[in-house]
């Protein structure tokens, strides 16, 4: 949808490509034209780059926009486009290549003075104990080819290790085609911090301010923000210049994002994520930019549209609207959306691809809904992101509405105090409402059996507050 939209605003026509799934789903019936892939699994649809390529042959497309996941990121699929005598709108497949080994791209930012933490290149099963023990524990487990937190694994001993490369293989290969996986060591109670660039293919590189992304859960993102709050103002301008000097290290063209962990006064680099990012609209709320028609400017050779990093306007954030039960553990809820009302007004965009009987499935991510808001101030767009998702609504299936309405009334993140540990705090919330529950339930159940056999007991209520203390419960 929102490629589409940039399409439209630069003169040029949009087609699209969707599985049987989705053939009712908004994107297909706003584009100019729509082409069917063989099936639903993302191996037959979205991650199938020869039905793509066809697509876009038949079609007589000039230029292919992939996204910011499948094989956004894919050089091999790069080069088939390139193959096809069709423009891929991302970095060149090179670039691709060098950030897609995500360990080869952390030795050569360290090579460039850009701080990174301890890890390793992509590693055998046979050589990961080894690798493990010499790193040490808590460490990661990473996918090599992708991001978006696919793939990524906290192991905290040893024993943990052998189910978490399994799994960890397992989801890099269904999300990126590809089951390499490396280690690196763990650094809790930090901030995710991101910065995001544009690079042209005539050498001009800018930084367009940072972005924290700390609020995720199963290492992806919850609710991101720019500027972030609180950062001090040597550390940014230090991140900024360590995202350049990484982009000219790698020879970076096209949009990209480069992410570090935060903590205190110092940061190490993650990764490179060499594609669109999702939370793309908040810094173009902030700088006034269109990132897609950006992208679709450099591809076709096109300088920058500006000459050095812009100064941010005002406070912008994201809350990514998920089909997920943030009651419960944030399992993927699947079903049809029976309803949806999206909110609007001063300041507040909504990116979305939701409509009424759109079914949510188990093959794709559960992505559904974006909704950015803006304000002079960080309060300001905090309470204008708290009116609109309280305007909002989704009947059918469960989503992360009320983790997000709850997170912005907290006061560690209201005062720019979290982490990436942030969700352990509505877990730790969460788990004390099922006790409550379940104190509750045996208390009803004892109070119903006492009643049955006419035995003399304690008023109910009573008793329900007594059991809860019992409990150390505080969240009646």
């Known amino acids: 949808m929102r490629i589409i939209r940039a399409c439209r605003d630069l003169g040029l026509r949009a087609v699209a490509v969707y599985s049987p799934v989705d053939r009712h789903a908004p994107h297909v019936r706003l584009a100019d034209e729509a082409h069917p892939l063989p099936g639903d699994p993302p191996a037959d649809s979205y ?30 699929f790069a080069r088939a486009c390139e193959a096809a005598g069709v423009v891929f709108v991302g970095p060149p497949a090179d670039v691709l290549a060098a950030c897609g080994d995500k360990a080869q791209t952390r030795d050569r930012l360290a090579a460039a003075g850009v701080p990174v933490l301890p890890g390793t290149g992509p590693l055998a099963d046979r050589e990961i104990a080894a690798a493990a023990a010499e790193l040490g524990f808590p460490l990661l487990i990473k996918a090599a080819g992708g991001g978006g937190g696919k793939g990524i694994h906290l192991v905290g001993a040893r024993h943990e290790l052998d189910h978490s490369v399994r799994i960890a293989r397992g989801e890099a290969k269904a999300a990126f085609g590809d089951d390499r996986i490396y280690l690196e060591r763990w650094l809790g109670d930090a901030r995710h911090v991101e910065v995001q660039i544009l690079a042209d293919r005539r050498g001009a590189i800018v930084a367009l301010g940072e972005r924290d992304c700390s609020v995720q859960r199963r290492h992806q993102k919850l609710i991101e ?42 940061f190490f680099f993650l990764e490179v994520n060499a594609r669109l990012q999702v939370e793309h609209p908040i810094t173009e709320a902030v700088t006034g930019l269109d990132l897609v028609a950006e992208q679709l400017r450099i591809s076709q050779g096109g300088a920058l549209s500006l000459a050095e990093s812009p100064v941010p306007r005002g406070h912008a954030i994201e809350c990514r609207i998920s089909a997920e039960d943030p009651h419960e553990a944030f399992l993927p809820s699947i079903g049809r959306i029976e309803a949806v009302v999206e909110p609007s007004g001063p300041g507040v965009r909504v990116d979305s691809g939701m409509l009424p009987g759109l079914e949510v499935t188990r093959h794709y991510d559960p992505l559904l809904a974006k909704v950015i808001t803006w304000g002079m101030t960080r309060e300001d767009a905090i309470t204008r992101m708290r009116r609109a998702l309280s305007e909002m609504a989704v009947a059918g299936i469960a989503t992360t509405l009320p983790f997000h309405l709850w997170a912005l009334g907290d006061s560690e993140f209201a005062s720019s105090r979290h982490t990436t540990g942030f969700v352990s705090r509505w877990e730790t919330r969460v788990q004390g409402r099922h006790e409550l529950e379940a104190v509750i339930a045996a208390a009803a159940a004892a109070f119903q059996e006492e009643q049955e056999l006419r035995l003399p007991y304690a008023p109910a209520p009573r008793r329900w507050i007594n059991a809860a203390r019992e409990e150390g419960l505080r969240d009646a």
Do not use: C, M, Q, W
């Open 47 to 76: 991650l199938n780059a020869g039905a793509l390529i066809d697509i876009a042959r038949s079609a007589r497309v000039h230029a292919l926009h992939p996204g910011y996941g499948f094989l956004a990121e894919n050089a091999a």
């Open 225 to 266: 923000e720019t500027p972030a709050g609180g950062l001090d103002r040597d550390v940014r301008g230090r991140l900024l210049e360590a995202a350049v000097a990484g982009a000219k290290a790698i020879g970076y063209v096209n949009a990209g994002t480069f992410e570090f962990l935060v903590k205190g006064s110092d």
